[in-house]
């Protein structure tokens, strides 16, 4: 039981992902988490290299590994740039 703290988000912004089974797919990124009306947690996608392309999915499905995996976050190096 967690007495008053929320339990760690399953998504967060930033959290990358590629379609499974796509060898040289679209990375796609998280920019936001939301719950609909129904409960049902939602992410908002945008495509790393275009960010013109966009997607809404269901956070069941972008956690499946049949659907999508998931791509480790860029490390920082020591300067505080993004290698």
């Not at 988490?33 to 013109?52: I, P, S």
Request: aromatic share 8%; proline share 6%; no cysteine.
């Amino acid at each position: 039981m967690l007495f008053g703290r929320k339990a760690p988000a399953p998504l967060q912004v930033g959290d990358r992902f590629v379609k499974a089974g796509i060898r040289f797919g679209t990375v796609w990124e998280i920019v936001r988490v939301w719950t609909t009306g129904d409960q049902l947690l939602h992410a908002r996608l945008n495509g790393v290299e275009n960010h013109g392309e966009t997607m809404a999915v269901s956070a069941k499905t972008l956690v499946d590994r049949q659907f999508f995996t998931p791509v480790p976050r860029p490390v920082s190096s020591a300067s505080g740039t993004i290698e």
